[in-house]
């Protein structure tokens, strides 16, 4: 019996890894181990012999198990610091240039947006992206028959069997923002909102996602070409040029009367889009006079307060800028796409210290 524990115990101590160590177990109290099989014997001795043996040999078997759980522990100490050891990192090593993540090109126009309009007196509101029919479209005037409901090719929510209760949407546009904001501040007013918006369309130039900004000024006295003034004059800080030729175009939306859409003169040859030059025109928003109807729903007097409201596709206008041809990129989450059309992440832009780059 000293002859096995001899045996087992130096074994056990110089067992390299853990599956050593398990084939060591086996071999000595497994079911069919040198230690259990002793145990065995036992049954064919007298019952002085088993009474001298028994206990020395549950003995034996104790300690290799408890020289086996320690050594297990050893081990697995070891292991562990080799990992450590082998994964360490020293954080304070400078950050490698192409490891860094850049401003997504929506990000980065958002803030210029921002950065423009906010100079002219806009400050940004925001509203929920999941937006009650009220908001998105019974108080900017489009009743439940209006075709524009359909056109908009909206996402629906589901109510609970039994609710009958008109569902949510997934708003079409930035618009009913306009009216959180009228009843939220009242009037006058002048705001921005930008944000995500939501239809089934999927092409070279339309995703189920896109952004929009808002724009909303509430006045006294304030016309169309207050309206125009400011888009031309956003253009042209927008595009960093002086000369952006804009296209009014009579137009039609509910909330607004009169209403106009503006396209941008660009050309798309060669497969990259220009701005400023070319044949073709590409919209970039729609505008207007704020319908009556609108500033009521808002808790606005029509007869004292007026304004001009407009929304601006800014998936179209970063497309625009910086010449991205195809707007389902935006969203591909393509590593070396976000790399060549990303920007440094603490290039802010600025009106004084230049909207890019
Ligand atoms: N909400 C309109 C759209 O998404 C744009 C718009 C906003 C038009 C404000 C006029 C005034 O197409």
Redesign the pocket.
């Known amino acids: 019996m000293d002859d096995l524990r001899d045996k087992y115990i130096s074994l056990i101590a110089g067992a390299a890894d853990e599956a050593a160590l398990e084939d060591l177990r086996v071999q000595a109290v497994g079911k069919k181990g040198e230690i259990s099989l002793k145990m065995r014997e036992l049954g064919k001795m007298s019952a002085e012999e088993r009474q001298a043996a028994g206990p020395r040999l549950n003995a034996l078997k104790d300690e290799i198990n408890s020289a086996l759980a320690a050594k297990k522990e050893a081990l697995g100490d070891a292991a562990l610091d080799a990992r450590l050891r082998g994964e360490w990192l020293d954080v304070t090593l400078p950050v490698r240039p192409r490891r860094q993540g850049t401003i997504h090109p929506i990000s980065q126009v958002t803030e210029e947006v921002t950065a423009i309009f906010a100079d002219m007196g806009f400050a940004v509101a925001e509203g929920p992206q999941i937006e009650s029919d009220w908001y998105n479209f019974d108080a900017?005037n489009i009743p439940g028959h209006h075709p524009a409901r359909a056109e908009?090719d909206t996402f629906y929510t589901h109510r609970g069997e039994g609710d009958e209760r008109p569902p949510h949407v997934l708003r079409?546009?930035?618009?009913p923002v306009?009216i959180r904001t009228m009843q939220e501040q009242g009037a006058p007013l002048r705001i921005i909102a930008p944000g995500r918006?939501y239809r089934a369309d999927y092409d070279m130039t339309h995703t189920p996602m896109f952004h929009?900004v808002?724009?909303?000024a509430i006045e006294r006295d304030i016309s169309m070409a207050n309206l125009k003034w400011v888009l031309e004059e956003f253009v042209k800080a927008f595009f960093e040029v002086d000369d952006v030729e804009l296209r009014f175009r009579a137009?039609h939306?509910p909330?607004?009367e009169p209403?106009?859409?503006v396209d941008i003169r660009c050309s798309w040859e060669g497969g990259t889009l220009k701005v400023g030059e070319g044949d073709d025109w590409l919209e970039i928003?729609?505008?207007?006079m704020?319908h009556p109807k609108v500033l009521e729903a808002s808790k606005i007097d029509p007869s004292a307060w007026q304004g001009?409201?407009?929304?601006?596709?800014i998936d179209r206008i970063a497309m625009l800028k910086y010449g991205i041809p195809d707007l389902r990129a935006f969203f591909d989450s393509d590593l070396r796409w976000l790399r060549h059309y990303g920007f440094a992440a603490l290039d802010v832009p600025t009106l004084r210290g230049g909207l890019s780059r």
């Open positions: 900017l908009m079409t546009h930035t618009s306009q918006v929009q808002e724009g909303l137009s939306f909330f607004t209403s106009a859409e928003l729609g505008s207007g704020v001009f409201a407009f929304g601006m596709g």
